[in-house]
């Protein structure tokens, strides 16, 4: 059965950082595209970063580029986003998805499955 769990999320401060994580299990995930996605209350679901698990090619949506980083440990079956200079409307329920893409990594229909979610409050 495959899981993919995240841990990480918070209340913090703008300008403070966070660490989110995405632990997969169940299946190789060799040829897979990782994504992180958000929504915040009221509005539809948004593409954040993805990285392809095998060639570590990472992508990201405009407004955190510089300020977010995708990567993953493939030892540790693992999938992290470090987001820095965090800003209120950074607010939102993080999800961790993965599917096997061949292109539109921004698009959350490609991906197979999806954990629970972890909510990250930033107050200003």
């Known amino acids: 059965q495959v899981q993919l769990v995240e841990s990480g999320g918070g209340l913090v401060q703008a300008g403070d950082s966070l660490r989110l994580s995405c632990a997969a299990s169940?299946?190789?995930?060799?040829?897979?595209?990782m994504g992180w996605f958000r929504q915040a209350p009221g509005k539809d679901r948004e593409f954040v970063a993805a990285?392809?698990?095998?060639?570590?090619?990472?992508y990201y949506t405009d407004s955190v580029k510089d300020r977010f980083t995708v990567s993953r440990d493939n030892a540790a079956r693992t999938v992290s986003l470090q987001m820095n200079s965090l800003k209120p409307e950074d607010t939102a329920v993080y999800s961790c998805?993965?599917?096997?893409?061949?292109?539109?990594?921004?698009?959350?229909?490609?991906?197979?499955?999806w954990g629970q979610g972890t909510q990250v409050t930033v107050s200003s």
């Open positions: 990285i392809r698990w095998s060639a570590g090619n990472t």
């Open positions: 169940g299946r190789s995930f060799s040829g897979f595209t």
């Open positions: 998805a993965a599917g096997i893409l061949t292109g539109q990594y921004y698009n959350s229909t490609y991906y197979r499955y």
